[in-house]
């Protein structure tokens, strides 16, 4: 259609040429007159045609397959995935559980499912309702379907952000606690508050720590612990001299951790040996002083 048009206003500048030449003003002006004329109804057809294509089209998209369970929502479908999360959860406060979506008039979930939500008893309503009924809503589910993306170099970097802001004393001092689940948002919501920004980017979105795949947290039953190892009673020491952290790598390996079962280092990194070297407690070559680390009546090597 732009084609035909072009080649329409190309003969409009050549007719126009040669008829003001050969026959005078008032012909041409007709002719450009008619000419312009026909050229308008092509670009209203062509305009029309192009609406209605883009119609069908968004038409297409909002139509679901016959075989869809309503009675189950899934972050990871094509549909959902694409949507960015501040569509659904729009956080007004810095509680620690997020809010189910559909507070006003099922929105914005109805505006996809018109048709599901014309059905008071249809199975999408279970999804959120215990009781469909009474109108009871049901707990916000425990988080399965996303997994935490958390940099420690770039959080290490900031003034009010050390280790111990996150990690605390756990299993009476031996062991240090690892944030998860939801309880875990008490600590990332003093800087993640609702409508946050870093950077000019958004940093009050579920999206700025989380992304669709399985969950697996870090465990606190580390190697370390078979030993006795107990970060209380070593508190003198400060965190960077175990443990250095890591641009760039995945979860569980961001942050290295000595060789607790090696007395010698391998090269690689530190062990116990690396402080306690012969002079406080291994002794040398002599084993006397095990049970300063190595507790129970059970161990094996």
């Known amino acids: 259609m732009t084609c035909l048009l072009s080649k329409h206003l190309e003969l409009v500048r050549r007719t126009k040429s040669r008829t003001l030449t050969a026959k005078g003003p008032r012909k041409a002006l007709c002719l450009l007159i008619a000419l312009v004329g026909f050229a308008a109804v092509a670009m209203h057809l062509y305009t029309s045609q192009t609406s209605a294509a883009k119609g069908d089209l968004q038409q297409q998209q909002?139509?679901?397959?016959?075989?869809?369970?309503?009675?189950?929502?899934?972050?990871?479908?094509?549909?959902?995935?694409?949507?960015?999360?501040?569509?659904?959860?729009?956080?007004?406060?810095?509680?620690?559980?997020?809010?189910?979506?559909?507070?006003?008039?099922?929105?914005p979930c109805a505006g996809c499912h018109t048709q599901q939500f014309a059905n008071n008893d249809g199975p999408i309503c279970t999804i959120c309702h215990a009781d469909v009924k009474s109108g009871v809503v049901k707990a916000f589910p425990r988080m399965k379907s996303f997994r935490v993306k958390f940099d420690h170099s770039l959080h290490s970097r900031m003034d009010s952000v050390a280790c111990a802001t996150c990690h605390r004393p756990s299993r009476g001092g031996v062991a240090l606690s690892i944030p998860a689940g939801f309880n875990a948002h008490s600590t990332c919501f003093r800087c993640h508050q609702p409508r946050a920004q870093s950077s000019n980017r958004d940093i009050s979105s579920c999206g700025a720590c989380h992304q669709l795949g399985a969950y697996s947290r870090t465990p606190e039953f580390m190697p370390a612990y078979r030993v006795n190892f107990s970060h209380n009673e070593h508190q003198k020491l400060t965190c960077n001299e175990c443990h250095q952290v890591r641009a760039g790598m995945p979860q569980r390996r961001q942050v290295t951790a000595p060789q607790p079962l090696n007395h010698h280092a391998t090269g690689r990194g530190l062990s116990c040996m690396s402080c306690h070297d012969g002079k406080r407690a291994f002794g040398g070559e002599d084993f006397s002083a095990c049970k300063r680390c190595h507790t129970g009546t059970r161990w094996r090597f």
């Open 62 to 107: 909002m139509q679901f397959p016959e075989s869809v369970d309503y009675s189950k929502f899934q972050h990871n479908s094509k549909y959902h995935a694409r949507l960015p999360c501040l569509l659904c959860h729009r956080r007004e406060s810095n509680d620690v559980k997020p809010t189910l979506p559909g507070k006003d008039k099922h929105l």
